[in-house]
């Protein structure tokens, strides 16, 4: 039987996360090809397409990068496939170079781009708006609020595009990827097979002499899109009265809310929109003009505002717009923050607020498992190098190795980063830099950061925390893997092959819980100069447990003779160790037998599991 | 949509406990009593040892629930419950675990856990509807301690708090688990509504 989510089964309900609900869309458009990078909040996007794959009747890869997904998806549609590209959005600053010229080109078979954005930092280095994006290069944007319109914007940007030969966007924000709301299913048509590819080089290949004309016709579509927003089921308007409310993405559910909350929805006029870019600018100065004052609802950057404040002067309207003078700029908004907003245009009292306020706990930071690889890197770093070396970091679990007492992270800017910031650190620093890259990092940018760093004659010291798989977004495959979910993966790339591939001379590989090893390789490495490397091979535990169904054999346990120095515990901050009165315990249940603490203290045993 | 009384339900934990899989079952249960349900999630960082916070909203349709918005609370672990009252209306119900899962300071004996007294009073402070149980150990006792995360669910279908009973959970739990976790957590919602009552 096929999944419920390819299932031809119209008028079926079913409570999908916003992020099946996308590949449920995808499907119900007849999707040919999708291309990803994960990345939270989207990836449970690629993970379920990954999953069903097998059944499926379109083309799936995990992309090494979003760049390269973008570039993939960009061929595919050129070719005339219905293609779906999905990424997070600090993703698409990696894909801004393609995305720029696709909307140049045009997208004959369709091409829609899920930017996942996280207003609130949730899981991310920065809250940056991708409806810029989709401005800069001259994208249409939908926007959806709930799960069934993830689903639907999906499938008909998907439609959409294909019929304009435009890519769009799909913006969401984490609420969005990872609310669950019940969807109604439409039907699955045959996706059949792609258009295949019409040569055209005048509108496909970008010489300056193409490009001109690539640009007018830019414009062009943009204004036939302007004719879809008037006309979309997804931008609305309701309610009456003389203040008016502009809003888009989630906050069409925050001012839906608020409005039901507060009893106010009698007297307040709202324009949701859905289609949110280009403007519809027809049916944005009818509003305007029905109102008197005006206050725009959006998440983050005051984007719909400034289109409606230009919109108003040039039609020269009398009318009040307010937006990010009475919302804030950063993080999230809540239904109480838009009421409180309300209240105050309406002249109503806002409701006292009076939430608890509890005495501070003991935090509780996320930290790296019971059984991590990277502890037994990092330890031994810290051991041979100390406070002298610059640890330049890179975006992994591994990132959480800048808590103490590890604190092997002191810069990061970026996926891939570590090797080339690390070299540039060197060079202005004269000190020596250790750059930790995961594997998947590592395929994803970080081989262009290794060719610079010996071209360069760069000093730095690479560290490939190398744990076989992509742990932090939930064990996507990449390149260098053994296995997936789906079995074996027949055309591995080698790591170390790599690196001498490109130049390095010096690249050694340990297991990072064989200590002896790994703080003699870091010596030796650190005798030398320039580009060197060091691969720390070793699975994620959890991974194994995943994949393979293996844990260790055997466990750690605390001896009586234990002289309550913890050590352990002040070195290593393990999770399955605890301080149990004077001495230091293992708990056995959350052990997974690594071994390292065994190499620390002396008093520190292993033992059978289940012993 | 209007005529239906919006419940937000704020559920906390620690990653691992299965937050998620119990918020799901909840989201189910409101969607099989016909009535309007929008679910939330955050996770990413949580999966390793964090916190993991999640959202039931009955007759809203916003995912979220901002500080004061929340008619329950349901913490999974006591700490957790005390860090997520500022969510809580005030009055609001909150029905707790009393085990904790201590965080790295205070296993590595850096700080100290709050005794459960003390959460009991700032709770107190917010609400004089509360009620605990030691859910882990009736997750235990049923067969798995992820179920005791079924157990504070099935309690607070007993309280009378929600649309529907604990039957409506108990439908849900066979039609979405496979056959090997039903017995478990039909067990554990059982022993749930009993520890209620206790």
Redesign the interface.
């Known amino acids: 039987m096929a999944h419920s989510l390819l299932a031809d089964a119209p008028g079926h ?1 079913d ?1 999908l996360l916003g992020n099946e609900a996308i590949v449920r869309g995808a499907v119900e458009a007849g999707l040919q090809v999708a291309t990803c990078y994960p990345g ?2 989207s990836s449970e996007v690629p993970d379920t397409l990954f999953r069903l794959s097998p059944e499926a009747r379109y083309s799936f890869e995990y992309s090494v990068n979003e760049k390269v997904a973008l570039e993939v998806a960009g061929g595919a549609t050129l070719a005339g496939a219905l293609t779906l590209c999905t990424m997070k959005h600090v993703g698409v600053n990696v894909a801004a170079d393609p995305l720029m010229t696709l909307c140049y080109t045009g997208t004959p078979g369709g091409l829609l781009l899920l930017s996942a954005d996280d207003p609130g930092c ?2 991310s280095q920065n809250e940056q708006d991708n409806r810029y994006y989709a401005r800069l290069a001259g994208m249409p944007v939908l926007e959806p ?3 069934q319109e993830a689903k639907d914007m999906t499938r008909d940007g998907l439609l959409l595009s294909k019929k304009h030969g435009a890519p769009f966007m799909l913006r969401t924000t ?2 969005v990827n ?5 969807v109604e299913f439409g039907p699955v048509p045959d996706p059949g097979k792609p258009d295949g590819f019409q040569r055209n080089p005048s509108k496909f290949v970008p010489i300056p002499a193409f490009s001109r004309p690539m640009h007018v016709a830019l414009l062009e579509r943009l204004e036939a899109l302007r004719q879809e927003a008037e006309n979309s089921p997804y931008n609305t308007v309701t309610g009456s009265g003389s203040l008016g409310i502009v809003c888009s993405s ?1 906050s ?3 001012v ?2 608020a409005l ?2 507060s009893g106010l ?1 009698d007297r307040v006029k709202v324009l949701g929109l859905g289609f949110s870019h280009p403007l519809p600018e027809t049916m944005c100065l009818d509003f305007l003009s029905s109102v008197s004052r005006l206050l725009v609802v959006e998440e983050l950057e005051p984007i719909l505002e400034n289109d409606l404040r230009v919109l108003a002067q040039k039609n020269g309207l009398d009318v009040e717009i307010l937006g990010k003078d009475v919302l804030p700029r950063c993080n ?1 908004f ?4 838009v009421e409180d907003a309300i209240c105050r245009l309406t002249g109503e009292a806002a409701p006292v ?7 501070a ?9 019971a059984g991590c690889p990277h502890r037994g890197s990092y330890f031994a770093a810290r051991k041979v190098f100390g406070d002298d070396a610059i640890y330049s970091s890179d975006i992994g ?1 591994y990132t ?1 190795g800048l808590l103490p007492p590890l604190k092997a992270a002191d810069f990061l800017l970026c996926m891939g980063s570590s090797i080339s910031a690390g070299g540039g650190a060197a060079l202005a620093s004269g000190k020596t830099v250790l750059a930790f890259i995961g594997d998947s990092t590592y395929f994803h940018s970080g081989l262009t950061g290794v060719a610079n760093a010996v071209f360069n004659k760069h000093d730095v010291l690479i560290v490939v925390l190398d744990n076989r798989t992509t742990a932090m977004t939930g064990h996507q495959p990449h390149p260098g893997v053994d296995k997936t979910i789906l079995g074996d993966n027949d055309s591995r790339l080698d790591i170390e092959a790599s690196l001498r591939g490109l130049g390095v001379t010096e690249v050694r590989e340990v297991n990072p819980f064989n200590q002896k090893k790994t703080i003699a390789a870091f010596e030796e490495l650190k005798t030398m100069k320039g580009v060197r490397a060091l691969i720390a091979k070793e699975p994620c535990p959890l991974f194994t447990r995943r994949i393979y169904k293996k844990v260790a054999p055997q466990v750690a346990y605390v001896a009586e003779s234990c002289t309550g120095r ?1 050590e352990c ?2 070195t290593l ?1 393990c ?1 399955a ?3 149990d009165g004077d001495h230091a315990a293992v708990n056995p249940i959350l052990c997974n037998g690594c071994m390292l603490c065994l190499q620390v203290c002396g008093h520190i045993k292993a033992k059978k599991r289940g012993s | ?2 005529d239906i009384k ?1 419940i937000r339900i704020f559920m906390t934990g ?2 691992g406990q299965g937050t998620l899989t119990a ?2 079952m909840l ?2 249960t409101v ?1 099989a009593a016909g009535l ?16 993991v916070e999640s959202t039931v909203l009955i007759g ?10 929340a008619d329950i609370l349901l913490g999974f672990e006591p ?2 419950t ?2 997520a ?4 209306k ?1 009055g609001g119900l909150v029905l707790s675990s009393t085990e904790f899962m ?8 850096k ?4 005794s459960l007294d003390e959460i009991k009073t ?1 709770v107190a ?2 609400t004089d509807k509360a009620h605990y149980m030691n859910s882990q150990t009736i997750g235990i006792e049923a067969g798995a301690v992820q179920s005791g995360n079924i157990a504070l669910l099935g309690a607070l279908c007993a309280t009378g708090a929600l649309p529907f009973g604990p039957e409506a959970l108990a439908a849900t739990i066979k039609a979405n688990l496979p056959a090997k976790l039903q017995a478990v957590n039909l067990k554990a919602l059982e022993l749930g509504v009993a520890a209620l009552d206790a």
């Open positions: 309900i409570l939270t909040p949730h899981s609020s709930t799960a984490t609420r990872h609310l669950r709301g019940p989630i069409r559910a925050y839906a809310d039901a909350q929805a999230e809540t239904v109480s923050m607020r009076d939430a608890c306020q509890p005495a706990l003991p935090m509780r930071p996320p930290n790296l498992c679990c959480l913890f515990l002040d901050a999770p160790m605890y301080r | 949509m209007n919006p620690v990653g918020t799901t989201a189910r969607l309007p349900v929008t679910s939330g999630e955050i996770h990413g960082m949580a999966q390793r040892g964090g916190v809203c349709k916003s995912p979220k629930i901002g500080h004061g918005e700490m957790e005390v860090r009252l500022p969510y809580l005030r201590p965080p790295l300071s205070v296993a590595m004996g700080q100290a856990c709050p700032q402070a917010c």
